[in-house]
């Protein structure tokens, strides 16, 4: 599959991973709805069609708050980070998806939409509103665009020891690999694959999805957890 690519991600997420040769980067909060537009804009001059739109997407609580706890503030910029911006990001690309060939749209959520943890719930409701949000588009932008969500449970990144966002990065950066060393000594015994999913686990369902051995699946969730969650 020969691709052009464009990322739009957090200017600090493109100093920290250079995109290879070829690709384009734009820096874009994907939670504020100027910076999308912005980007839009930007790739638009470039681009007068969009064929595939990956959107991978989103931060959590660290460390985790239960309901309770959890203040206002940050069950908004939860929601925000996960669900508000898949919303505008894929309103804001239909206009160029439309124009593009064999078009189609993959989310990436979450395992938790289906098995939440405690401490978790803004990301589980986010991830959960992401399902809906991925059939909706799919029923309504039929047959011309398709649409489908990989829901992956943990994967070993720098997201998983610091899940992301302002709090995130003070997490990782205050002893982040120690959290995951724990966290990974007592959740891979619950996965029946027995490891932690690695990026390479999750790049070949959405490529699947993206190409046209799919075209016949829109609205669907793939899970990719090694057998933790078979809803």
Do not use: C
């Amino acid at each position: 599959m020969g691709l052009e690519v464009a990322v739009f991600a957090l200017q600090r997420s493109i100093d920290a991973h250079p995109v290879p040769e070829g690709v384009i980067a734009f820096a874009v909060d994907a939670a504020d709805d100027k910076s999308v537009k912005e980007g839009l804009s930007a790739l638009t001059a470039q681009w007068d069609s969009v064929d595939i739109l990956v959107f991978l997407v989103g931060f959590m609580s660290v460390p985790p708050s239960t309901i309770e706890e959890m203040p206002i503030e940050e069950w908004d910029a939860i929601a925000a980070g996960n669900l508000r911006s898949a919303f505008m990001v894929s309103a804001a690309t239909l206009p160029l998806l439309k124009r593009g060939k064999e078009p189609n749209i993959v989310m990436v959520g979450s395992s938790l939409a289906y098995n939440p943890i405690s401490g978790e719930s803004a990301y589980a409701a986010a991830k959960a509103g992401l399902v809906a949000l991925t059939k909706s588009l799919a029923i309504e932008n039929a047959p011309k665009i398709r649409a489908n969500l990989v829901a992956p449970s943990a994967i070993e990144t720098s997201f998983l020891a610091g899940g992301g966002g302002e709090r995130g990065i003070k997490a990782l950066n205050s002893g982040g690999d120690e959290w995951f060393r724990k966290m990974s000594d007592a959740y891979v015994p619950t996965i029946p694959m027995r490891r932690i999913a690695q990026p390479e686990d999750i790049v070949g369902p959405i490529l699947f999805l993206a190409g046209p051995t799919a075209s016949f699946i829109t609205g669907q969730v793939i899970h990719v957890n090694g057998g933790r969650v078979t809803p």
